[in-house]
C-alpha cells in the first residue's frame, strides 16, 4: 500500500521548497512548547528505556529534544526532502532519521522488528493525511508500541480549519508560512473530530490518558498575535 504521488509530491515539495532556518515550517516550534510539555504527559506512562519513534518528524526538532529523555532517538517522515534537513541540523547525530511511508505496512513492520517495542511520538499526522490512508497511520502507532511501548498523539481539531480559513484572510494579507502549506497542495484539520479516537480505538489502541491543548505554530497574524490551532492529545497503549 502506497500514498497518492500527488499526496508525497505536496510534501516533497514542500519540504524542497523549505530553508534550513528554524522555524521557517509553520509547525517547526520550539520543542519548549511542543515535545516538552507532551513528553511530561507521556513519561508517567511510559518506559524510558525503550526507543521512542517521532512519526512524522519533519526536519528532526522535536526528534532532538526527545533523543534527551530516552536511549534512543529514531525521525521518520514520509519526505526524504525533510529527512534530509533532519539530518542536516543534527551533524552531531544525537537521534536517528530515516525515510518512512506510514501506510506501507511492510516498511512499519520491518522498522518494528529492527527496534522491537517502542514509544511513539506523533503530533498532527493523522488530520493531514489522505481519508484513506488515516486506518494505516494509527495502525502503525499500534504496530511500533508492542506490548510495553505507550504513544503520545495530539491532533488538530476540526476547529483548526476555522483558525486557518480567518488566518488566510488576516488583513495584513494571508501569512507566508501559513500560505506555502497550502500553495504545496497539504491540507490541515481535513479529518472530522469523531475520526480521530475512532481510528485509534479501530487499529486496538486504548486511552490512559487525553486532554486538549493547542499546538503552537511559529506564524503570527498581522497584529502579532500567534497562530495556535485547537487540538486533542491521547497517551495510547495497546489493547
Known amino acids: 500500500m502506497d500514498v497518492s504521488p500527488r499526496y508525497r509530491e505536496s510534501w516533497e515539495g514542500y519540504w524542497r521548497a523549505t530553508s534550513d532556518t528554524p522555524g521557517e515550517a509553520i509547525w517547526d516550534i520550539d520543542p519548549a512548547l511542543s515535545a516538552v510539555p507532551h513528553s511530561e504527559l507521556l513519561l508517567p506512562h511510559a518506559d524510558t528505556s525503550l526507543p521512542v519513534v517521532d512519526l512524522g518528524c519533519g526536519n528532526g526538532t522535536q526528534t532532538r529534544y526527545l533523543a534527551t529523555l530516552f536511549p534512543r532517538a529514531i ?12 539530518r542536516r541540523a543534527d551533524p552531531a547525530g544525537v537521534a536517528e532519521f530515516e525515510q518512512l511511508n506510514l501506510v506501507d505496512r511492510d516498511a512499519v513492520l520491518a522498522l518494528r522488528e529492527r527496534i522491537g517495542d517502542a514509544n511513539v511520538y506523533m503530533r498532527a499526522v493523522i488530520h493531514q493525511s489522505e481519508p484513506q490512508d488515516r486506518a494505516a497511520v494509527a495502525d502503525a502507532v499500534a504496530t511500533l508500541l508492542g506490548s510495553r511501548g505507550r504513544a503520545f498523539v495530539t491532533e488538530l481539531t476540526h476547529a483548526s480549519k476555522a483558525v486557518l480559513q480567518q488566518a488566510m484572510q488576516d488583513p ?15 491540507k490541515p484539520a481535513d479529518a472530522e473530530d469523531i475520526e480521530i479516537p475512532d481510528l485509534l480505538h479501530a487499529a486496538g489502541l486504548t486511552v490512559l490518558a487525553c486532554g486538549e491543548e493547542p499546538l503552537p505554530q511559529t506564524e503570527h497574524l498581522s497584529d502579532g498575535t500567534r497562530i ?3 487540538a486533542t492529545w491521547y497517551v495510547l497503549a495497546q489493547r
Not at 494571508?174 to 502549506?181: C, D, G, T
Open 75 to 86: 525521525g521518520v517522515d514520509l519526505s526524504q526532502a525533510a529527512i534530509d534537513h533532519a
Open 172 to 186: 495584513g494579507g494571508p501569512p507566508e508560512k501559513l500560505r506555502r502549506v497550502f500553495t504545496h497542495g497539504l
Open 228 to 230: 495556535d490551532l485547537p
